[in-house]
């Protein structure tokens, strides 16, 4: 977790994050969603200087130096609990119209398809928290 975040918050990088939903939709395929408690859990994260963070940002990659075991990449020992929920299917194409038209409706679709998934990743999540032990746990969606 980032430095500074609540303890009892947890986090999911998914609110501007739709390339897996924008392919589900164009190859007809549905999404399954799954929320794995415990894996924020198994690493720690060396707090870097402020300059990483936005160098990370400025080139859209991740600059964060984990570690675990003795400090090296061996995860902590930890109890995972994984929650899958129901299949989100995506909207059946209709094909015709200009390339503009199609697009909007591709846009529309991606949009509801991601909606949908965000909602069911937060409720597997408020379902679910008490069999973990996290009761007082919330999600956040960033």
């Not at 059946?92 to 965000?118: A, K, N």
Request: with cysteine; charged share 25%; proline share 8%.
């Amino acid at each position: 977790p980032k430095p500074g975040t609540h303890p009892d918050e947890e986090y999911a990088i998914l609110r501007n994050r739709k390339g897996i939903v924008r392919m589900a939709v164009k190859h007809g395929v549905p999404l399954v969603p799954v929320y794995c408690f415990g894996a924020t859990k198994m690493m720690r994260r060396l707090q870097l200087p402020p300059i990483f963070e936005r160098l990370s940002n400025l080139l859209r990659i991740s600059i964060c130096i984990i570690f675990g075991v003795w400090g090296l990449p061996v995860p902590f020992r930890q109890r995972l609990l994984y929650v899958i929920g129901e299949p989100i299917f995506p909207p059946t194409s209709q094909s015709g119209g200009t390339s503009e038209s199609r697009s909007t409706t591709l846009e529309h679709q991606v949009d509801d398809m991601h909606s949908r998934f965000c909602d069911e990743i937060l409720r597997l999540f408020e379902r679910h928290k008490f069999s973990y032990g996290w009761d007082r746990k919330t999600l956040k969606l960033v």
